[in-house]
């Protein structure tokens, strides 16, 4: 049986972010970050998704 992958709350993210939960809801609302609607108004994000989110806005030095 496969195992499933790491999720995270709202709460958990904004904090291991630094965000608000404003600036969150922004990000998932463009479209920018992928998010799964569990059971109601409960939001949870898959780790591989946030890292990727992260990955894709690193700024390499020239």
Do not use: H, W
């Not at 609302?29 to 989110?53: A, E, T």
Request: hydrophobic share 35%; proline share 2%; charged share 30%.
């Amino acid at each position: 049986m496969e195992e499933m992958e790491k999720m995270l709350t709202a709460a958990e993210l904004c904090k291991y972010l630094g965000i608000t939960r404003q600036t969150l809801f922004k990000y998932r609302k463009s479209g920018l970050l992928p998010y799964y609607k569990i059971s109601g108004n409960r939001v949870m994000f898959k780790v591989s998704d946030v890292q990727n989110f992260l990955e894709q806005r690193r700024i390499s030095k020239m």
